[in-house]
């Protein structure tokens, strides 16, 4: 399985930005699909996440209210709309695929990912 994310960019504070994940390969093998970031200096943190096969989503606090995840399946794609963005949002973004169907309590946990995108970098000017 490999992951792809792009959509990253550099926005001033209140802009949005829509981040994609492309997955290919045995897409079949993931049942979920999350966001997470990384800061320069901070540990990584997840955003959101999404499943392939319904539509239970989670968010981080953060960011509920402000981004959006969601999925295409014919396109084998999952984004994450950012809006009403802030600087503290710069970081790199990755996205990340699960073999099995992570909870709520399982989701935020990066170790429990099985498969990772590349990054795309986030910067939000004020």
């Known amino acids: 399985v490999q992951l792809q994310a792009s959509g990253g960019g550099l926005v001033q504070a209140g802009g949005s930005l829509r981040l994609s994940c492309v997955q290919s390969g045995r897409t079949f093998s993931t049942n979920a699909v999350a966001w997470f970031r990384q800061a320069p200096g901070k540990e990584r943190e997840f955003v959101a996440r999404i499943s392939w096969s319904d539509t239970e989503i989670y968010y981080a606090r953060s960011v509920k209210g402000r981004f959006t995840i969601s999925r295409d399946n014919a396109k084998n794609t999952v984004y994450l709309q950012a809006n009403s963005l802030k600087p503290e949002d710069t970081a790199v973004y990755y996205c990340?695929?699960?073999?099995?169907?992570?909870?709520?309590?399982?989701?935020?946990?990066?170790?429990?990912?099985?498969?990772w995108g590349q990054g795309t970098q986030v910067t939000v000017s004020s």
């Open positions: 990340a695929g699960s073999r099995v169907n992570l909870d709520a309590q399982e989701s935020p946990v990066d170790a429990l990912w099985d498969y």
